[in-house]
């Protein structure tokens, strides 16, 4: 019986102890998908993957002319033509429709790759970009966009973006020497 007042007592006393040492804690929090939508290197990594698979992008919208086109033909013509005609344009088009269909799954898994490979490359930065100022100005701990409410005074995201924006413009002086 003796035990229950001095285990209360002692529950207390951490629960006091811990309140005293979160008080004194540095907490920070940082909108990690605004930094990743508006900082400048995902900008560019967008263009970068915009010019990278603009030619292949034009290339499956002309092939999907083509078809179109012959899909109307067979369709317009197929009862003038003569069984010959209209059976070689039908697997001519039910080929070009299954090697479009490969073409845009490749085209797709391609872009889906290569754009994970420039969103981890983009979290990394962003994720040094929080560490430095975090360590830069003492902060104790940083939450990501998980929180429900944080206020300004506490929230980061406009400080680490503008060290995002100043390593941007250091890479990009850098580059045009």
Known sequence: MN???????????????AAGIAAEARVGFVNTPRLLEQAPQAKV????????????????????????????????????????E?????????????????????????LNLRRNEEFARMQREVGEA??????????????ETGVVYASERVDLTERVLGLLRQQFEAMTKKKTK
């Open 86 to 110: 209209r059976r070689k344009l039908e697997r001519d088009v039910l080929t070009q429709q299954r090697d479009l269909k490969r073409a845009r799954e490749a085209f797709t898994e391609d």
């Open 3 to 17: 035990r229950i007042p001095l285990l209360l007592l002692s529950l207390c006393l951490l629960c006091f102890a």
């Open 130 to 143: 929080i560490v430095a100022i975090a360590k830069q100005d003492g902060y104790d701990l940083i939450f």
């Open 45 to 84: 990594a967008r263009e970068r993957l915009e010019q990278e698979f603009a030619p292949r992008d034009s290339e499956l919208a002309a092939a999907q002319k083509t078809l179109k086109t012959q899909e109307e033909k067979l369709a317009r013509d197929g009862a003038i033509m003569s069984e010959d």
